[in-house]
Structure formats: C-alpha cells, structure tokens
C-alpha cells in the first residue's frame, strides 16, 4: 500500500494505471488525512472547505479511465486551490475575507479549468492569509477572518509564510500532492521555503490571472506547490495556456514547453553556471541560516556546478531604498475591477464598501486592523497619477535592465541563487520566475529554504536545476504528525 501522505503524483499515476488504486480511494484517504490533523490534532486550519462534489468527480474520472484511459498525468489526482481563485462550482471563493463568505463564483478561474481539463479533482479550498497580505501592517502569515490562522505543521511556533499558507501547509502535512498558490511579492516562495516544500514562482504571463481575486496585475500569477521538484513541473504545465481574457498570456505564446517534467535532469547542476548575490540576502537571515546557506554553495560545487561568488545585483542598493507605490495604486483599479462583477446580493462591490464592511463587523473583520486598504483607497483608481507611473517604470528598470537581466549577462549565469525569500521582491517586480526548494532546517527543526531565480520564461533551466540539488541532496524532512 503506497504511503498517501507522501506519494507523488508518478506513484499515484502507476497505482492507478495498474488498478491497485482508484481516484475514488486516494480522495478518501485525502479526506481523512484532513479529519485528523485540520481540525483536531494539530489543528493546523489549512482547509478552508471541502467540494461536496469531490468523490463523485474521483469515482467519474474512475469510471472514464475504465472506458477510454486516462487524460493525463493528473488524471484523477486531487488538488487543492487557494481561496482566492473562482471555481464554478459549490465552493465559494473569499479571499479570505468574510466580506465574501456567500460568493460562489459565476464560473472557474482559467486556471480551475485547465486543471479540470487535465482530469484533476479540485478537493477544496486552501485558507490564506486574508486579501493576499494586503489588507494590513501585522497580520501574520496565514490568518484570515474567515478561516482562522494556519499553523505550520513542523512546529506552531514557526511562521507558516503567506500569503499561500493554507496551500504550502496542505502540501506539508500530506493532505493532498500538489496544491496551487498565487503570488504577487513571496506569496508562494515563502510558505514553501516556511513549510519544507517546492513552489514554483512563473514569469508573469505564463499562466492567466482571469477569475483570480487580484492584488496587483503587474506581478501577480498562480503557481504550483508540491514536495518535489517533479511534481511541481507536472501541475505547472497542466495550468499554463494562452488565455484570451487574461492579454498578458500572449507574452508566453510559443515560449511553453509541452511538457516541463522533461527538464527533470539528475546531472542538471553540472556546468550550470549559477550566481550568488551576497549585495542582497544578508538582512533578516540568522547565523545559522547563514551557515545553512554556505553549505548549499558547497553542495552546489560538489554537485558540478559553476558558482560565481560573489555575483551582485548592481541595482541592489538602489532597489532596497526605493519604496514603490505600485501594488497599492494597482490593487484599487485591479480589486475594484473583480468587485463590480459579483452578485447583486453580496455587500461589497468595491473596496470603499469593503472598508466600510469590514468597520462596520469590526470584531470579527478587523483583529490586525486594514490600514492598507485604507491607503490604497486613497489613490485614484485609475492608474494615472505620476507617481505610480514613475514607480512602475523604475521598478522594471531596477529589478530588469539593472537587476536580474544585469547579472544574468555580466557572468553569463543560469540562475540566481538567493537564502530564503530574500530575492522574492527584485523576481517579483521584474515579472521574473523563481523556484523555491527545500534547504535543511535549524537545530530546533524550523525549515530553511532555497530560491533559484531567472529571467523570463526560463522555468525550464530552472526546472532542470532545482531537481538535480533535491535528487543530489534531499533535505526535506516530512514533519511529524503521526507521532
């Protein structure tokens, strides 16, 4: 019997291609790995809600693979979706907030529907922390007004990451195999580096953003969340495609691989040339994490490697002291955008109305405060003031042309490789793809991970380099649940 709480999705495919597994049964034992350790035991709050469709859909995909085989490699594989993607379905889609705790979307995301095409079961809803993290100054990673805090499953004590916590804490604890996050600055690099996982940050573009509750267009995307590199790459291609209402899509036509499970490379490390930023990942980190970081560069050159140390970002300085007005300018025109479309019957229609909602439930909608919100709602809403137009314009030049794009051709490099999610924001703002991994953990178990960064659309060679350092070195421990 194949260990649920750990299998991959290969695993799961060969099991249920030999018929010792149906999709019925692993949706089952999904679901009781959820009873056990979401709301009891641990409780570590990652599940939002449930499809009560789920084991009809698994015995469905059964029933179709009996009579004209399987899809693909997703093929009756269950999923778990962040709270903030639309499924036309019987889940709702919040965001978090309990502004919209009665929103059933009109229709699947884009994202939701590939997955579907693809023969996933869509399991549930992932909690997050409220409004992608963009909703105050304090939160912690993983709370929302509607679902709680999450609690990362290697020890409460630790920062779950967010705003995809719900997500990488699922993944963790081995409800589902792969999940999907969204990221706009770290949201999907932090729980997985936080919760001992792999995520997968595209280039914005790669993947639609239509039925996505947005938090600013210019960097936000979807992305996969898994415990290994490969799985990671399999539910990647599965949600990539041009998208004819998401118009940023036309930048990745003809650049997507049909298939990114064949960039898993075992010696996909030697003769990569990968740079090491030490301008950048020095704030924040602790001694030992410093010392965990140092190990990863031997491994790097053990495993053959070329590192270049130090490989700065000459922007690096310039990016830390320039404090960008984008995402809440954007958040305003993009939030107010996916409001005006919902139901007559919910109460908010537009951030003005959510402000005052949420003032309005103050107990239960505002515990950290919505200072954010309340700043964003100062702007105009249209995109037109100087500053923001400015502060886009600088961010692209100082996190492309002077950042990633700088170093990447000054020592001919394949990627970046940045300590925790101390690159996330220069990766974010250019629009580029980052790769986290897991990368040991401290003495008291706290996990550490890893960020290999590149330019746009180069998830292959990233791909191809972040599956040989976790087939060289596998340094994800699975956390203890059972005990």
Sequence with gaps: MLPMEEAGIAALREAMTAGELTSAELVRACMKRIAAHDRQGPKLNAVLELNPD??????????????????????????????????GDHMHTSAGSIALAEHYAAQDAFVAARLREAGAVLLGKANMTEWANFMT????????????????????????????????????????????????????????VHNAVVGIKPTVGLISRSGIIPLAHSQDTA?????????AACLLGAMTGWDAADPVTGTSRGRVPADYTAYLDRDGL?????????????DGLSDEEKQLF????????????????????????????HRSSVLLHEFKADVNAYLHKLAPHLPVHSLEQLIVYNAQHFEQALRYGQ??????????????????LEDRL??????????????????????????????????????????????????????????????????????????????????????????
């Design 54 to 87: 789920a084991l009809a859909i698994a015995e469905a995909l059964d029933n179709e693979r009996q009579r004209q085989g399987a899809r693909g490699p997703l093929h009756g594989i269950p999923v778990l979706l962040k709270d903030n993607i639309d499924t």
């Design 137 to 192: 100054q304090g939160m912690p990673g993983g709370y929302s007004s509607r679902g709680g805090q999450v609690l990362n499953p290697y020890g409460a004590d630790f920062s779950t990451g967010g705003s995809s916590a719900g997500s990488g804490v699922a993944v963790a604890a081995g409800y589902v195999p792969v999940t999907v996050g969204t990221e706009t600055s770290g949201s999907i690099l932090s729980p997985a």
């Design 223 to 231: 992305g996969p969340l898994a415990r290994t590199v490969a799985d």
């Design 270 to 282: 030697r003769g990569a040339r990968i740079g090491i930023p030490r301008n950048v990942y020095h």
């Design 294 to 321: 140092e190990q990863t560069i031997a491994r790097l050159k053990e495993a053959g490697a070329i590192v270049i140390d130090p490989a700065d970002i000459p922007s690096a300085e310039a990016l830390k002291r």
């Design 371 to 388: 200072v954010t919100l309340m700043a964003s709602e100062q702007t105009s809403g249209a995109l037109t003031e100087p500053g923001y």
């Design 394 to 483: 600088t961010d692209l030049r100082l996190s492309r042309t002077e950042g990633i794009d700088a170093v990447l051709a000054a020592h001919r490099l394949d990627a970046l490789l940045f300590p925790s999610t101390t690159g996330a924001d220069i990766a974010a703002k250019a629009g580029y793809p980052s790769i986290a991994v897991p990368g040991g953990c401290a003495a008291n178990g706290k996990p550490f991970g890893l960020c290999f960064t590149g330019t746009a659309y180069s998830e292959p060679a990233l791909i191809r380099i972040a599956y040989a350092f976790e087939q060289s070195f596998p340094l994800r421990k699975k956390p203890a649940l059972d005990r």
